[in-house]
């Protein structure tokens, strides 16, 4: 299932439930309603604005779908997601086996994903014209558990390579920036999705480790997908885009529908972020070996990030 993600941006906003809908109205005087979304429909929900307000029964119906709720803070970075305790059939078994997975395996796994990114950022740049030789190199050396940090090795060439030597990624920072990190909390929504809806614990994860960091497994997983947004805010750039608005926001949403070339035919990138998701449920549970990672995009297969969307 795809779904759509839902932006609530603007403030004087209440967000309820009539119906089997998400209904958003203005709370100004005289307000009205401003709309309506299915919440079958609704793969996650992002909160964006300062003034929002929301109903419980929302918060209820979300969960009971698989919905996460993210709450952004000023820089476009989550804050907040809200999750269900209950979902997958099988979850009980696979959080014990998430549990059981020892230390080898998670290094293996780890290795695997961050051999996986440094492919997809090779192929970004190969997309935009700039040397991926550097990244290939680096993807052909990774070791188990990642020794030698050749992910955090990749990062500093990738984003110069990528948007030029004075280019600095920062959380906090304006401009491009902001359109990345608008573009990874989609990205992370709708990971978080897929790992609950595998039944996993999205704490458990591979190689994030930090204590205040609810959602490690989410943020190990979605790595190989970022250099797809990192691709996006590059076309956004070259047609003279380095701000948010409500047209950047949607171009950034779509690239989650896009078309990626797998063994298994033509894939939307959210289908195979659940793809990866399950895949790791399965190893854990010894049902399979391997993870099943995105290959690295042909740039025919890049048409729909690079193009422009009807805004």
């Known amino acids: 299932?795809?779904?759509?993600?839902?932006?609530?941006?603007?403030?004087?906003?209440?967000?309820?439930?009539?119906?089997?809908?998400?209904?958003?109205?203005?709370?100004?005087?005289?307000?009205r309603e401003l709309g309506q979304v299915a919440l079958d429909d609704i793969a996650a929900l992002i909160a964006n604005a300062h003034g929002l307000s929301y109903s419980n029964n929302l918060l209820v119906a979300l969960a009971e779908r698989g919905a996460p709720m993210v709450v952004c803070g000023p820089n476009h970075n989550a804050v907040s997601m809200l999750w269900p305790i209950d979902g997958h059939f099988e979850q009980a078994r696979r959080i014990d086996a998430q549990l059981a997975s020892k230390l080898p395996t998670h290094k293996r796994l780890w290795a695997a994903v961050v051999k996986s990114k440094l492919e997809q950022q090779g192929a970004a740049l190969a997309a935009t014209g700039a040397p991926d030789a550097p990244l290939k190199a680096l993807a052909s050396k990774v070791r188990s558990g990642d020794p030698d940090n050749l992910e955090a090795q990749g990062a500093r060439r990738y984003w110069s390579l990528l948007f030029g030597a004075q280019f600095r990624r920062d959380q906090q920072g304006s401009g491009l920036n902001s359109l990345l990190n608008y573009g990874y909390t989609v990205l992370r929504a709708a990971m978080a999705r897929a790992v609950i809806a595998a039944g996993l614990h999205p704490s458990l994860g591979l190689h994030h480790s930090h204590d205040n960091n609810a959602m490690r497994l989410v943020d190990d997983l979605m790595e190989?997908?970022?250099?797809?947004?990192?691709?996006?805010?590059?076309r956004l750039q070259k047609s003279g885009t380095d701000t948010l608005s409500p047209e950047v926001k949607r171009a950034l949403v779509l690239t989650l529908y896009a078309d990626l070339q797998t063994p298994a035919g033509t894939t939307p990138v959210m289908v195979c972020m659940q793809r990866l998701a399950v895949s790791l449920a399965q190893v854990y549970l010894g049902e399979r070996d391997k993870l099943d990672l995105p290959p690295p995009p042909l740039p025919l297969d890049l048409a729909p990030l690079l193009g422009q969307e009807p805004f």
């Open 1 to 31: 299932m795809l779904g759509r993600i839902v932006e609530v941006a603007d403030d004087h906003r209440h967000l309820s439930v009539h119906r089997g809908f998400l209904v958003v109205k203005d709370t100004q005087p005289g307000g």
């Open 224 to 234: 190989p997908f970022r250099p797809l947004i990192d691709l996006k805010v590059w």
